[in-house]
């Protein structure tokens, strides 16, 4: 059983930096790391991916006030996006220990999960019903994703704060689709 994890756990470590590099990604070079055994490119990638991703899902949650046409939904989002802005200060925290540099290698990529800038113009142009099915579609999504590649990074990652945080996220991403269900 161990061994099989272990492959499993390789696996999806690989399946995380091949989806990276298949979409022109790859880890950046540390400059002047603080620790350079602290963080592998597991934990940078995961960083540098997981900063992009809550910053196009908090540009759909910051609309949910104006045009949710469920309360309860617009409420649950103004939730989340409280917690992404948490996460992204210790995402950006986290970046700034890596030693790597801020250099946005996702800058215009559509990951799976990821909120797509389309989507956001979409939702500018929608209320209501309309709204919330566009909301809960892309932010279930997004949440599914993160907590796979907080998964990946606490099990193939090596610094240990990245990895303590890659646990809070993913933790706070399972009570997020529990109380999503419950709203939606």
Excluded at 16 to 44: E, I, K
Excluded at 61 to 79: F, I, S, V, Y
């Amino acid at each position: 059983m161990q061994l099989r994890r272990n492959v499993l756990t390789r696996r999806t470590a690989a399946a995380l930096l091949l989806g990276l590099a298949a979409a022109g990604c790859t880890p950046q070079p540390a400059a002047d790391r603080p620790a350079p055994a602290a963080f592998n490119d597991t934990d940078t990638a995961w960083i540098q991916l997981m900063i992009p991703m809550d910053e196009r899902a908090a540009l759909l949650t910051d609309l949910a006030p104006a045009r949710a046409g469920h309360p309860a939904l617009a409420a649950w989002a103004k939730e989340t996006r409280k917690r992404l802005g948490d996460e992204l200060v210790d995402l950006r925290e986290l970046l700034r220990l890596s030693g790597v540099p801020d250099t946005r290698p996702h800058e215009g990529h559509t990951m799976p999960g990821m909120v797509g800038l389309d989507t956001v113009r979409r939702a500018r142009t929608v209320t209501g019903e309309g709204f919330d099915r566009l909301l809960t579609g892309s932010l279930r999504a997004h949440l599914v994703q993160v907590r796979m590649l907080c998964a990946s990074e606490r099990t193939a990652g090596s610094a240990v704060r990245a990895k303590d945080l890659a646990a809070t996220i993913e933790r706070s991403v399972a009570e997020r689709i529990t109380r999503l269900d419950e709203v939606a």
